[in-house]
């Protein structure tokens, strides 16, 4: 068994307030997905910004409202919305929050 302990930090950029996230799963040579943990407190904005890659955003504790384009979307825990690589969007939580980021080259909804 192998114990680690993850570093939170806040979010700055894109305008963001009151947003930590811990990277649990960071890219490699040879892995080219990212894992993160996200804690919204309530009120707290991850700002608006390009999506790099395929996004997975599944909240797993809360309720955020995300918007992509000229769409907004309430999600609780269990819903998930997936972005596209050089799609806009924004996140902002109505209640405290836990979402967990997942990114990489391909789609993760089928």
């Given amino acids: 068994m192998r114990y680690s302990t ?3 930090d806040a979010v700055t950029k894109y ?3 009151d947003v930590e996230f811990q990277a649990v799963v960071r890219p490699s040579s040879d892995q080219h997905m990212s894992v993160s943990l996200f804690q ?3 009120g707290g904005t991850l700002g608006a910004h390009v ?3 395929w996004q997975l955003f599944t909240v797993v504790s809360g309720q ?3 918007s992509a384009d000229a769409h907004q979307m309430m999600l609780q825990a269990g819903d998930a919305v997936e972005w596209s ?3 806009n969007h924004q996140s902002t939580a109505v209640l405290e929050s836990t979402v ?3 990114q990489g080259p391909k789609p993760f909804l089928t």
């Fill in 6 to 8: 993850f570093v939170r």
């Fill in 100 to 102: 967990l980021i997942l």
């Fill in 51 to 53: 999506a790099p890659s």
């Fill in 64 to 66: 955020v409202l995300v």
């Fill in 85 to 87: 690589p050089g799609e």
């Fill in 15 to 17: 305008q963001s307030s």
């Fill in 40 to 42: 919204f407190d309530v």
